[in-house]
């Protein structure tokens, strides 16, 4: 699924701290570093890194390490 983020409009969460964009169709969730201006004025998104949510779906680890990870942001 090429080009997801320029085809299904995204879930975004800015915290300023980070950015997350989920796009449910793609079944992709996003983690970007916040965004950021250029010389000319241009805001940017920063560095981002896509997780592929059926792969995760596939190993057990990766849920249960999410799971554990959400866990504790709640605590």
Do not use: F
């Amino acid at each position: 699924m090429q080009d997801y983020w320029k085809n299904e409009p995204d879930q975004e969460i800015d915290t300023g701290k980070n950015v997350l964009r989920y796009y449910a169709e793609a079944r992709r969730l996003q983690v970007c570093m916040p965004y950021w201006t250029d010389n000319d004025g241009n805001r940017k998104p920063g560095k981002t890194v896509s997780l592929n949510l059926d792969a995760l779906a596939e190993t057990p680890e990766a849920i249960q390490l999410l799971e554990k990870v959400l866990s504790n942001i709640k605590q």
